[in-house]
């Protein structure tokens, strides 16, 4: 049962409060003023804390801040009634999770509980995937800023104990395969052997020997037997990329596989028994490639068991400058000399589309770093790019008003799309509600 500080001077509130949660099935503790409640809270543990901006001796922003340097790391959320936006930027700076302005809805104080528990759970478990892949180099593509990629990568975590098909899904370039190596390497056959193919790579009349392998004679230059990938990777996983792309008659016996086990040999008749984790992975419409004959329904349920689907760059734009630094410090060690992006830069990456995905991202700070050289990359670094942007930029000055301009219109936009709710344009945008709240001060957004 999740423990709860409620920290308020009014008394009616602290009672309602209390009885509120307490039905919601939360273990309630009280008190009156921030300084009594800093005592209590740096004393004993607790989940979460509900806070009051403004009280008598200690006010909410101070308990906070003091709270937090003395490493308090229950999820807070500030409650007032004075101060509206103000009073929540500060709250969030100060590193609250969220803001409840008074009078509020009893539901709406549970629903904002129960959604920093998620936070949390989804954070924890994500914490727990890189530790588990902290020996390997994959891990490094595993940035997980936004939240859906943060619930991409705590599915991840449930699902790699378990011997289990799953399908990923995703547009090229958001690294489906970096995901199927992080189940892999976060699984109980992760001391085995990991291996992938592009099912639209290689030809259709040798695809089912690369799959199952075949013996001397099946065909001409059949010289000898061949082990396929199936038994190559007994005991471990097995990936197959662009499984949209697999003949329909490959589907059937991929099908038997999957359903019985075992696989047979180009030529052979007998059958082997293998023990492979099959991971697949698509940019394709699955469902809809099966309704119009192309993919087969039974295989798409089989291999559909958990579905993992990875969100396009411009929909986890959180993730963009934490990415591009990453891949600025590999190309640092790479070529063997300081690498590092500007403010002006992380910005502009951050406004383009990207339609090729985390691969084109890495490809243009690359390319960026091969023609310059310059230790801290600029946004005219990215010359090449700049026509993915939708604003010209010799209209409006700087290539750094362009980008504040354009961030200012997008902002703005999704705030009108949302009727002014912030929350939801956050979520639009694929921002914290923090950085949403900094943005609009810092452009003076009405």
């Not at 104990?161 to 970096?178: P, Q």
């Not at 469902?287 to 798409?300: A, V």
């Not at 002006?344 to 090729?356: D, I, K, S, V, Y």
Request: hydrophobic residues 40%.
């Amino acid at each position: 049962m999740k423990k709860v500080l409620v920290v308020d001077d009014e008394p009616g509130l602290r009672q309602s409060l209390g009885l509120l949660l307490t039905d919601a099935g939360y273990t309630v503790t009280a008190e009156q003023n921030g300084r009594r409640a800093l005592e209590r809270a740096t004393s004993e543990p607790f989940d979460l804390v509900l806070c009051d901006v403004r009280m008598p001796e200690m006010d909410g922003i101070t308990f906070l801040r003091s709270y937090r340097e003395r490493g308090g790391g229950a999820l807070v959320i500030m409650m007032s009634a004075y101060g509206g936006e103000d009073a929540a930027i500060a709250a969030m700076k100060e590193g609250a999770y969220d803001y409840l302005p008074k009078p509020f809805r009893p539901d709406e104080v549970v629903l904002t509980l129960r959604k920093a528990e998620e936070r949390e759970r989804l954070r924890q478990e994500v914490v727990g995937l890189k530790a588990q892949l902290a020996t390997s180099p994959e891990e490094r593509g595993l940035v997980a800023e936004s939240a859906p990629m943060r619930q991409a990568l705590a599915l991840v975590a449930r699902v790699a104990e378990h011997n289990t098909t799953v399908l990923i899904t995703g547009e090229s370039g958001t690294g489906k395969e970096v995901i199927a190596r992080a189940i892999h390497r976060a699984s109980p056959r992760a001391g085995k052997a990991f291996i992938g193919i592009n099912c639209a790579a290689i030809p259709e009349a040798l695809l089912e020997s690369e799959l199952f392998g075949h013996v001397r004679g099946a065909f001409t230059g059949a010289s000898g037997d061949k082990t396929g990938l199936f038994e190559a990777a007994t005991g471990g996983t097995l990936l197959l990329d662009e499984i949209g792309e697999l003949p329909t008659g490959l589907q059937a016996k991929l099908l038997r596989v999957l359903q019985e086990g075992e696989i047979r040999r180009v030529g052979d008749q007998k059958t082997r028994k293998v023990d492979v984790r099959v991971l697949a992975a698509t940019a394709r419409d699955l469902e809809q490639e099966t309704k119009t004959g192309r993919f087969r329904e039974d295989l798409f349920y089989r291999i559909n068991v958990v579905a993992i689907e990875l969100p396009p760059l411009r929909a986890r734009r959180a993730d963009i400058a934490p990415l591009a630094r990453l891949f600025a410090a590999r190309l640092a060690k790479r070529f063997a000399r300081p690498l590092s992006l500007g403010d002006a830069a992380l910005e502009w990456l951050e406004q383009q589309e990207w339609p090729g995905n985390v691969r084109e991202l890495e490809n243009a700070i690359e390319r960026a770093a091969v023609l310059s050289n310059k230790e801290a990359l600029e946004p005219s670094d990215f010359a090449d790019d700049a026509r993915r942007t939708t604003h010209d930029v010799r209209q409006v000055g700087t290539l750094e008003d362009a980008v504040s301009d354009a961030e200012r219109q997008v902002i703005t936009a999704a705030l009108a799309e949302s009727n002014g709710n912030r929350r939801e344009a956050a979520k639009r945008l694929g921002v914290s509600l923090r950085t949403l709240f900094y943005k609009i001060e810092r452009y003076g957004i009405d």
